[in-house]
Every structure is written in C-alpha cells, then in structure tokens.
C-alpha cells in the first residue's frame, strides 16, 4: 500500500497524558497536513508542511500541540497533558505542488486518521 | 476566511435514484477552489472533483456530475443512479489561490443508499 498511512488508529488515554500521532505520506509528495474532525463535523485544518518546513499553523494549534517533519518525510504530532476536548480524529493528508505534467495539484491524499479518545 | 455551508444533514436514497448535494460557499479571494470528498466508514477521505473559480464549466465524470454557479456561490454535486457503495459522507471544500493548502470543509451530508 503505497497511500498515506497513520498509526496509531486508535488511541485511548487518560486526560493529562501525552500522546503522539505519527503519518508517513505518499513518498514523493512533498506537503504534509494535519486536520483534526470532531463527530459531525467537517476536519479544521490545523497545520502543514513543506518538506522539513511548518510553513502554517492554525489558532486551533494551542501550546500542548507541537507537530514536526524532521526530515521532510513522516510526521508527527504530539499532544502534551491531554484535555477531554482532545478527543476527535486527526487526519494526515499529503499532497505534490505540481503533477508530473507540470499541472498545478490541487488533490489532497488523506490517510484514515488516528481517533483518539480522553477520558 | 473561507467558509463552506452544506445545508442538508442526512440524505436517504433508493438504489438507482439520483441524488443532489448542496454546497454554498463564501470567499473573498478571487482565484479559488472548490472540492468535493467522499468518506466511506472507513475514515478516509477520498478525492472526487475539483473546480478552479475560473472555470464554470459545468462536467460529468461518470455516475458523478456538478453544477458550479458562481453567481450564487453555489457547487452542487449530484450522484446519479446511486448505489449501496455510494453511501458515505460527502464533503464540500474550498481553498484559496494556492489550490491546496488550507482546505475549508463543510460539516457534510450524510448520504443512506437503500438496497
């Protein structure tokens, strides 16, 4: 399977514990993005890389949150002393500036997310 | 800021019915895109159709076709002769110039295929 994968699926935690999330993207693809989905909700961007770069981050990103792209290819996300409002899915995405054509891509690979669960 | 209003909660078909999606969408950038998305239960969010704000022309791609009126902020999606498989939720998205970055989605629909 050559498609963006997330691990782990599943997360259950206690509240005030730290977790980390970590996404391997498609190989040649060089942006990564976190988006995190509330129940009945549509996923709320959160931040992305280009390459090794946080080029952006979104207000939903508060100081427990920290993500990084060490080496421009997996990513991960960590969330320090976990809050009951941490609960939701968070979504990897990863995606190519250009097509092998030269197109401009617009088209975002998303993996199935990691679901975590506060209690 | 982006925002991406789908109306509709939860939609239920009869197998082979057509079935249209609303998407209202609102944007003060000039150069824009519009996306929708499908996620089956499995979670993962699958690409469908993108539309660049330029071009309202209006495409069928197999079972999947959309409407894009730009006079009234409006990228419609329709399913036509639905199927079990189909039965998902759809999401309606929308990022600035850049294309892809920073996607706003809408809260979706709901979609029930009833054999």
């Known amino acids: 399977d050559t498609g963006v994968s997330q691990d782990p699926r599943h997360k259950i935690t206690k509240r005030g514990q730290n977790v980390t999330f970590r996404c391997d993207p498609i190989s040649e693809h060089n942006r990564l993005y976190w988006y995190r989905q509330t129940l009945g909700q549509g996923p709320e961007f959160l931040t992305y890389f280009q390459n090794e770069a946080q080029l952006e981050k979104s207000r939903l990103l508060s100081d427990r949150f920290s993500a990084e792209r060490p080496k421009g290819s997996f990513s991960t996300l960590e969330i320090q002393r976990t809050e009951q409002g941490d609960s939701a899915m968070y979504l990897c995405?990863?995606?190519?500036?250009?097509?092998?054509?030269?197109?401009?891509?617009?088209?975002?690979?998303f993996g199935e997310g990691s679901r975590l669960t506060v209690l | 800021a982006q925002k991406v209003t789908q109306a509709q909660t939860e939609i239920s078909v009869v197998e082979k019915e057509d079935v249209t999606l609303d998407c209202v969408y609102e944007t003060r950038d000039t150069t824009y895109y519009l996306f929708w998305y499908k996620q089956p239960p499995s979670g993962e969010l699958v690409f469908l159709i993108r539309?660049?704000?330029?071009?309202?022309q209006n495409e069928i791609s197999g079972r999947y076709s959309w409407n894009f009126q730009k006079s009234t902020s409006s990228f419609n999606f329709t399913i036509t002769a639905s199927q079990v498989v189909d039965s998902a939720v759809y999401f309606c998205a929308l990022s600035g110039s850049e294309g892809n970055n920073r996607l706003a989605f809408g809260k979706g629909n709901q979609v029930v295929v009833i054999p």
């Open positions: 995405a990863s995606s190519s500036r250009r097509t092998s054509g030269g197109a401009l891509s617009g088209e975002l690979f």
């Open positions: 539309r660049n704000s330029f071009d309202e």
